[in-house]
């Protein structure tokens, strides 16, 4: 039975002066020196980090970190050229532009025409990488000595990346990070960048824990003045013990027709300097969904040729090649006495979304399913937490069929909510939606937080403001994100869920507490 018991209310700003939103000390003896001022040192010489470092799937004694090394220390800017994406119809020799919104012909097929004089290496936003060794060094905050990664040459056929884990490390624990870059044929050093994270606490240790949540990250809606997103550094301003990205991180559909191109959309986006920054400040779990699969609403047996030469399976493995990540993309991470999350994946297993409702349709899949319900009773956290790619409460927009919120995807939805509501003190927070909510089922009494867009460009989907449904608790069309707070409160465990405009702005809260 669920015990959670909400005490805030909707709009509570004034909450904000009572309680202090100071997440995890950070090191102040680690200097963050950035690779643009790496660069500027004779030292530099490359191979170099434009695309900086990714921190990921940190555990109280684990973390894997993301290296990439370029052959030039900053990215193509904005002066340079774009390539054209056109479209060729059935028995037609004429070429096209793409239909506007969300409609894609899966019978077209696309061509990429580049300027002249021009390629995907000079193309706005590009960043080619370059081989070389890497390491990681990393030691606790403040410490004298650095532990060490073997020097590993990154790897051609995945992008020039590379990806190390770190063990036995302490929880709870403040560690500087350091990777340093060369050349194979040289022992100079030939690029360093530096970073920082901390690690989980244990399992049966109450603990302060902030953490923020987004989706809906298209690089043409960009709102940060120099390139990126003003929510990052709204994020950093909270001091968070990890982000989590629900997917949508970028948008293939329009411009990812091979599997090249797909690479330069995630190199152009992570050398964006607000994402560069923040990627080596906070440690994030990244989740997929549609748009950085392969494909809008797509599933894995889908057949188009919208997508060019790039591949549903291509898209499965660009995004672990270009995230820290493990074997699979459904884990689940605790975070102390108070906290423990669920990521799922809700791409590679799913049925068609056009196939008839019925016990055997499925997001999930069994197997993951199966150890989603497993890994869910022999939890004892207070605060349970399903962080999903798409929504199972809504209200969805009429007419979708790609989520535990639509008619077609009722028998697994029904389902898993009834498990969910079976669970102490469950949540779920979801991503997808471009727009801000917070709902309840009226069947099951779930709650559900929908994270919004990054940006207000990116907002929109829901018709108005003044569309509030049954369910809704809150609605906001708007960019931004959500934070998420764990703490003791005269010794009673709360979790408080605000929604952020994207300069950081507290628009909604509730406060819920563990009975």
Not at 151 to 173: I, M, Y
Request: glycine share 8%; with cysteine; proline share 7%.
């Amino acid at each position: 039975m669920n015990k959670i018991r909400r005490i805030g209310g909707a709009n509570a700003l004034y909450l904000l002066g009572l309680f202090s939103l100071a997440g995890c000390e950070r090191p102040s003896s680690e200097p963050l020196g950035t690779e643009a001022a790496a660069a500027r040192s004779p030292a530099a010489t490359g191979p170099h980090q434009a695309t900086g470092m990714k921190i990921g799937e940190v555990t109280d004694t684990q973390a894997i970190i993301w290296t990439r090394l370029t052959r030039e220390p900053e990215r193509i800017g904005s002066e340079a050229p774009m390539p054209e994406f056109r479209y060729r119809a059935p028995a037609s020799d004429e070429l096209i532009d793409a239909p506007p919104g969300r409609f894609h012909p899966h019978d077209w097929v696309p061509v990429v025409i580049y300027p002249e004089g021009s390629s995907l290496d000079s193309i706005e936003g590009a960043v080619r990488g370059a081989p070389g060794e890497t390491r990681v060094l990393y030691r606790p905050a403040g410490g004298d000595d650095w532990h060490s990664t073997a020097w590993t040459a990154v790897d051609p056929e995945r992008d020039f990346t590379r990806q190390f884990t770190l063990t036995g490390l302490t929880p709870a624990t403040d560690y500087a990070l350091r990777i340093e870059a060369r050349s194979a044929q040289s022992a100079m050093l030939g690029s360093q960048l530096d970073g920082q994270f901390r690690t989980a606490p244990l399992p049966d240790e109450p603990a302060r824990i902030v953490f923020a949540v987004t989706t809906g990250q298209a690089y043409r809606d960009q709102d940060a003045p120099g390139g990126g997103f003003r929510m990052y550094p709204a994020i950093i301003d909270l001091e968070p013990s990890f982000f989590v990205h629900t997917g949508d991180i970028v948008y293939y559909d329009a411009w990812a027709k091979n599997i090249d191109l797909a690479r330069w959309g995630w190199a152009r986006m992570y050398s964006l300097p607000t994402n560069f920054e923040f990627q080596r400040q906070v440690p994030s779990y990244f989740m997929k969904d549609d748009h950085d699969t392969w494909q809008d609403d797509t599933w894995p047996t889908q057949q188009s040729t919208y997508m060019g030469d790039f591949t549903f399976r291509q898209g499965i493995e660009v995004f672990t090649e270009q995230v820290p990540m493990g074997e699979l993309t459904y884990r689940t991470f605790r975070w102390g006495q108070d906290v423990q999350i669920w990521l799922v994946e809700g791409r590679d297993y799913r049925s068609a979304n056009p196939d008839p409702d019925g016990p055997e349709k499925t997001i999930w899949g069994a197997e993951q399913k199966a150890w989603f319900k497993e890994t869910v009773a022999a939890s004892d956290a207070t605060f349970r937490i399903l962080i999903s790619p798409t929504p199972f409460v809504g209200p969805d927009i009429e007419g979708k069929s790609d989520s535990h919120a639509n008619d077609a995807f009722a028998t697994e939805g029904r389902e898993l909510r009834e498990f969910m509501t079976q669970a102490e003190n469950m949540i779920v927070i979801c991503g997808d939606r471009h727009w801000q909510y917070v709902s309840v089922h009226a069947a099951t009494g779930l709650r559900e937080y929908a994270t919004g867009a990054a940006s207000d460009s990116h907002a929109g989907g829901w018709l108005s403001n003044d569309d509030v449904r049954p369910e809704h608790r809150y609605l906001n069309i708007i960019g931004g994100f959500l934070s998420v707070t764990a703490e003791r409160r005269d010794g009673t465990p709360t979790l408080t869920l605000r929604h952020h405009g994207v300069d950081g702005e507290v628009l909604n809260e509730d406060i819920l507490v563990a009975e």
